[in-house]
């Protein structure tokens, strides 16, 4: 099971950190990716963290901004978000996927390769 939480009202330009917490299973084992999606819109992935080598990903629009991280010991993985933008709005889920280094490189942004879905956290940027 993965719990996603974190997530808060927060003004442009400003920071948040989410956090993806697993329990029954250790988070390690698999690569965790952020998702986030907008009443209307498709889901997307944001960011993306290997299990084997600590290899990170991150969506074009979220590059400079946010920074995915994880720590095993507390089986937890974070995305730390600064200098939101109103476009960030959106439902935040964290997955678990089995792929491998290799093709989690090309496949990390599509949600059809998780295994484990957490529950979404909401993120608002407003003025």
């Known amino acids: 099971q993965l719990q996603a939480s974190g997530g808060g009202l927060v003004h442009p330009g400003g920071s948040l950190r989410l956090s993806c917490a697993a329990s029954?299973?250790?988070?390690?084992?698999?690569?965790i990716g952020w998702f986030r999606q907008a009443p209307g819109k498709e889901r997307e992935g944001v960011s993306c963290i290997s299990s084997s080598d600590g290899s990170t990903y991150y969506a074009d629009s979220v590059k400079g901004r946010f920074t995915i991280s994880r720590d095993n010991a507390k089986n937890t993985v974070y995305l730390q978000m600064n200098n939101l933008e109103p476009e960030d709005t959106a439902a935040y889920y964290c997955?678990?996927?089995?792929?491998?280094?290799?093709?989690?490189?090309?496949?990390?942004?599509?949600?059809?390769?998780?295994?484990?879905w957490g529950q979404g956290t909401q993120v608002t940027v407003s003025s």
């Open positions: 997955a678990a996927s089995g792929l491998g280094p290799g093709l989690l490189s090309i496949l990390w942004m599509s949600y059809h390769n998780y295994d484990f």
């Open positions: 029954g299973f250790t988070l390690d084992d698999y690569a």
